[in-house]
């Protein structure tokens, strides 16, 4: 396996990769994760531009011309309430072929991309995944990554009010 940056040639093996998680991820969350008709086409200009900024780390691990994950990091703005001790990175995109290769494939990447963040300067990473991606997790926890937030959703259109019955 190598690890290296991902290249704007690597878009379209990637959004293969990325659009296997939607899906996972869609029955997971319906509604916030619904996956578009046109999300492989949309992705595509934007792994793109991701892929050519040199600003952001964009890894990729390749087997031959298998790609095993990737991952992408960018800057983040930092809420001005909290102070991290300087600039935040976020990875939005992580993503493994197989549940089973977050222990060697997701550990290569995580520890290459938090190198070159440190050598940034970047004081801290966060990295987005679904609650219910329980493979995903467990690695991040083995990592020593710390559970920071979660988010809940609700639909609008048609909601009713909802009596809390705290007895």
């Excluded at 029955?27 to 492989?40: G, L, T, V």
């Excluded at 095993?68 to 993503?95: E, H, N, Q, S």
């Excluded at 997701?106 to 990295?127: D, I, M, P, S, W």
Aim: hydrophobic residues 40%; proline residues 5%.
């Amino acid at each position: 396996m190598i690890v290296r940056p991902a290249a704007v040639m690597d878009a379209p093996l990637c959004i293969e990769l990325v659009e296997r998680r939607r899906i996972e991820y869609e029955s997971y969350e319906p509604r916030f994760r619904k996956k578009a008709a046109n999300s492989a086409d949309s992705t595509l200009p934007w792994f793109e531009k991701l892929f050519s900024d040199s600003e952001n780390v964009c890894l990729i691990a390749i087997e031959g011309d298998h790609v095993l994950g990737f991952a992408i990091a960018r800057k983040f703005p930092t809420p001005p309430v909290y102070d991290p001790g300087g600039p935040t990175a976020l990875i939005d995109d992580f993503c493994v072929g197989c549940k089973e290769l977050w222990k060697d494939v997701g550990q290569a990447l995580l520890n290459e991309t938090k190198q070159l963040l440190k050598q940034r300067g970047f004081a801290q990473l966060v990295v987005v995944g679904a609650r219910q991606d329980i493979a995903k997790t467990q690695f991040l926890e083995k990592a020593n990554l710390s559970l920071a937030s979660t988010w809940w959703t609700v639909g609008l259109q048609g909601a009713q009010g909802i009596d809390i019955d705290d007895r």
